[in-house]
């Protein structure tokens, strides 16, 4: 059974920075490409990101709309993803889900609230 | 980015009564590989949307059958026949041909 377990969220500054990791198991971690989707509150959600599987180098590619500020990563020796976020924003307060990219396995997501 | 225009917004239906969800994108979702990565999701108040339909019409495992999809190009359906109580949410379409990955701005389902 696939199983992913964010943790890390909480509420940060604006300006601040604030690094997600997700805990996978269940599969083999390194054949997966694996996403960072967020939802803001009563919204739709929106794709952060890829980055890709072993066969594929692990390359990233990722939305525009977090490009430069983002960068998602992974430890394949203990299965875990990361996402790290900097410069945050009020616009970027959201629940977080690490997804396994393709399969569409989703995690129960960790809450991120950018405020003052 | 791709827009999806999902129709209608809200929906109310009655236990056995049979609904469509229409999601129409700005752009052919048909990947040069000849797949079409129109999935949708639903999401049940306070989870994590799951997947229920991926490549337009295969059923995730453990779907229930009531759940069908259908559509090419740039034109798609959801389909349920015969909503049940555990059906209630907001249904998501999402493509996956083309990035930056894009989602519908969601349909809720209640049940009256």
């Known amino acids: 059974e696939v199983k992913l377990l964010e943790s890390g969220g909480g509420l940060v500054q604006p300006g601040g920075s604030l690094r997600l990791s997700c805990a996978a198991s269940g599969f083999t971690f390194t054949d997966f490409y694996m996403s960072w989707i967020r939802q803001p509150p009563g919204k739709a959600p929106e794709w952060l990101g890829v980055i890709r599987n072993k066969a594929n180098g692990y390359t990233t590619e990722y939305n525009p709309s977090v490009k430069g500020r983002f960068t998602i990563s992974r430890d394949n020796t203990q299965n875990i993803l990361y996402l790290q976020m900097n410069t945050l924003r009020a616009e970027d307060t959201a629940i977080y889900y690490c997804v396994t990219a393709g399969n569409w396995d989703w995690g129960q997501g960790v809450m991120v609230t950018v405020s003052s | 980015d791709v827009v999806l225009t999902q129709t209608p917004p809200t929906l109310s239906a009655t236990i056995g009564q049979s609904v469509s969800i229409s999601c129409r994108s700005s752009q052919s979702l048909l990947d040069s590989d000849g797949d079409t990565y129109l999935n949708w999701l639903l999401q049940r108040p306070g989870q994590s949307p799951q997947l229920l339909i991926y490549?337009?019409?295969n059923l995730e495992s453990g779907v229930p059958n009531r759940f069908s999809g259908s559509g090419s190009e740039t034109d798609f359906t959801l389909k349920i026949s015969g909503v049940e109580a555990e059906d209630l949410g907001v249904y998501y379409c999402m493509q996956a041909t083309h990035a930056p990955l894009t989602f519908g701005s969601g349909t809720k389902l209640e049940i009256k």
């Open positions: 490549s337009v019409s």
